[in-house]
């Protein structure tokens, strides 16, 4: 069996404080081990370096893909609402045109709020119920009390603003007139 010998020099202009370089023997088989053991650590380190490149390119495309999506997320419903605007700026158009038939007019405003309330459906969107019903602070913000002793008290008596809800969540409350009751005189 052939010995290896491993040689490393003394640098001479290196301090004399460094330890002293040794020479080591090896058996041949043990020396083509480490040999192998070396190129696969390489090989190894090779792809950890690749595979940490690819990762932060991996990272970054996400990153960037979120952002564009943060930005055209709502693409759909804008180009929807560019409909309804368009709708509105000709209904406009024909009202300053001095048109004076006033239903028509009407109509056309009503077929517009249609369709602006079916494309708010399409995304979720409905009105909170609140005429009528009790208050709930979760879905109402009380703007104003009435007294009323016909109706039960926190009974909402006028919607003065609808309120509405995005997919079960509250986007906006209805801001409402709510009943209360009237002080009654002791005899």
């Keep these: 069996m052939e010995e290896h010998k491993v040689n490393q020099k003394e640098n001479k202009e290196e301090p004399k404080n460094h330890k002293e370089e040794k020479t080591v023997t090896l058996k041949e088989p043990e020396y083509l081990k480490l040999k192998q053991e070396a190129e696969k650590a390489k090989e190894y380190w090779d792809k950890a370096i690749r595979l940490q490149a690819e990762f932060e390119n991996t990272r970054k495309r996400l990153e960037k893909d979120k952002q564009d999506f943060a930005k055209f997320a709502n693409e759909g419903i804008i180009t929807e609402l560019l409909n309804v605007l368009d709708d509105l700026e000709r209904t406009v158009s024909l009202a300053q045109a001095k048109h004076e038939d006033l239903p028509a007019f009407l109509k056309g405003v009503e077929m517009i709020l249609a369709h602006l309330y079916e494309l708010l459906k399409e995304y979720g969107v409905k009105p909170i119920e609140a005429e009528g019903k009790l208050f709930d602070p979760n879905f109402h913000e009380a703007l104003m009390q009435i007294e009323d002793k016909n109706l039960a008290e ?17 986007i906006r409350t209805s801001k409402v007139k709510v009943s209360k009751k009237g002080e009654q005189k002791q005899t």
């Design 154 to 170: 926190h009974t909402i008596v006028e919607e003065l603003q609808k309120g509405y809800l995005m997919n079960d969540r509250v």
